[in-house]
Structures are given as C-alpha cells and as structure tokens.
C-alpha cells in the first residue's frame, strides 16, 4: 500500500519544515509566511515608498528571513551610509540585501580603506559604483584598478574617478579595455603615452565599446584628421561627446555673418573643452549673433537624436 510512504514522506516533510523555521527563528531572523514580507522590510527599515518596495521586493521573493537583509543594512550602516545611500544602493541591485557580509561585503570594504579612503570616500565610491560589491576582490577589482593606474599614470587620478564616475569599474579589462587600447596602437599607430594623456580627463573615452571606438575613428578619417596628428586622439573624444554637429553649425554661422577668421582647424575646434570653445567662438560675437548659443543648444539635440539617445 502507498499510503505508509505517503504519511512517512508527509512527516519527514512536517518535520523538514518545523526544523527550518525553528533554526531561522534562532539566529535571529523574522520569519513570515507571507510571500511578500519583504516590501513591509524594505518600506520600514530602509525607507521605501510602498510602490519602491513592491518593485524591489522582487528579486527578494525567496528569501523566507530578513536575517540577511538586516545583516547587510546593520554593516552599511556601521561604514558610514545614511538612509538615502542605502536605498541608492538596493535600487541600483535589490539582490546586494542577500550578500554574506562577512565573505562578500567586508573584503570589499577593506580593500577599499587599504588604498587609502575614507569612510566618506567609500560610500561616495560604493554608491558611483555599486558594481564593485559584485566583484571578486583578486580575480576583478585588483586588474581593474592596475589597468586604470597604468592608463592614467596615477593611483590619486583612479581614486578621484572612483568616487565620482558610475561607470568607472564597470567596463571589461579583457573585453574593452585592451582591445580599445590595441586597436588604437596597432592600427591607428597611436602611441600609447598620447592616449593616457587623452584619459587623464576624459577616462570614458577608452571605456566604448570596440565596435563604438572604430565608428569614431572613421568619422575622424572623414574629416581628413591626420591619425599621426596630435589632434586625432582628442578629435575622437570631441566625437564620441557629440561636439561635431553643435560646433560647425557655430562656425557656419560666422562664416555667414563674415566673422570667421580661419585661423583655427576644425580638429582643433573639436578638440578644445564646451568653455573654450564658448569663450573662443561664442561670448566674443554676443553682441553681433546673439542666436549662436541657441544654435549651440540646436545642434547639441541634433547630434544626440542622430546618436540615437534619448
């Protein structure tokens, strides 16, 4: 007869679960038969509106114990994160509040305070990057942070960008980095010194995908930059910020108006920072063309809407 090894299994399963609940109860954890225990969590202890919690709460839905969550929120706390740095953080990737903090947070943490920032500084990193408390210390972040030193020429650089720039640790050493950097050696036969130049303040530029960085380079070749000119690198970068369109609409209009001296190449033009340029071709005609920084603006949207951005 199967019902022996029916009530044998149902008991085994009774006792299973009596057992779970006990042990979860014992470290602590709140334990809730409700599936959705977690957007009550979330709206009470970090602060979430109740629609916030209802959207984050998904990718929460097996936890059956807030016996993580409150370790993960109690050490954020303890380094420094108010209530409006905690919730950054479980928005940008809910699943942070199922981390062990010991095996995956605190190494983070500590690594981070070994190069030297403050706890100030870590929390302003941690919330620009949030990606880092996903990466393995060795495999990821320690080739990460070598490749970037390498390329700016600094560790002070690195860290400034860390704690202010969101993509900073996100992009592929293997996948982007080398291949951008190779790319740009080999086959545009651009030195490497001329690139980090480049990066010390525009780091975002080795950052493209491949595909984006050959794309650029032959719309720089369309404009007739020399590739062995030192304005090749930086007529890349004026590309990739979508400077082009805004910038010849300026000079077009002061040829029309016969205020054009050109003196100055295109790829310098491209080149120089938005300040400069409003400062060299703009404010100086003002009074003359008072539309060029409305055709500035123009042109801006244009060449975000060719770019595909929204």
């Known amino acids: 007869s199967l019902l022996p090894l029916f009530e044998t299994c149902r008991l085994r399963d009774i006792l299973f679960f009596s057992f779970s609940v006990d042990a979860a109860a014992a470290v602590g954890g709140t334990i809730s038969p409700h599936p959705h225990f977690m957007v009550e969590y979330l709206v009470n202890t970090c602060g979430f509106s109740s629609s916030e919690a209802a959207k984050f709460s998904k990718p929460l839905a097996h936890l059956r114990s807030t ?9 954020m706390r303890s380094q420094g994160f108010d209530g409006a740095g905690i919730r950054k953080v479980i928005s940008l990737r809910p699943i942070y509040l199922c981390c062990n903090v010991e095996k995956n947070l605190a190494p983070k943490f500590q690594f981070l305070r070994d190069l030297g920032l403050s706890e100030s500084d870590i929390v302003d990193a941690i919330v620009s990057n949030h990606g880092i408390l996903g990466l393995d210390v060795h495999r990821s972040i320690v080739p990460k942070l070598e490749m970037w030193e390498s390329l700016l020429g600094s560790r002070e650089l690195v860290l400034m960008h860390l704690k202010k720039t969101g993509w900073f640790f996100c992009s592929s050493v293997e996948k982007t980095l080398l291949p951008n950097l190779k790319f740009l050696r080999d086959e545009c036969g651009i030195p490497e010194e001329r690139v980090s130049l480049v990066l010390r303040s525009c780091p975002q530029f080795i950052s493209q995908k491949p595909e984006s960085l050959r794309s650029l380079v032959a719309r720089a070749d369309e404009l007739g930059v ?25 000079t077009e209009m002061l040829k029309l108006k016969g205020l054009w001296t050109g003196q100055a190449k295109f790829s310098y033009i491209l080149s120089i920072t938005d300040t400069k340029f409003i400062e060299q071709f703009v404010l100086p005609h003002k009074e003359n063309v008072p539309e060029l920084l409305d055709i500035l603006r123009a042109g ?11």
């Open 67 to 75: 016996e993580k969550p409150d370790a993960v929120v109690n050490f």
């Open 300 to 310: 801006a949207s244009m060449e975000f809407a060719r770019s595909g951005l929204p």
């Open 226 to 250: 020399p590739r062995q000119s030192r304005m090749f690198v930086r007529t890349l970068v004026a590309l990739q910020m979508k400077r082009v369109i805004p910038r010849f609409r300026v």
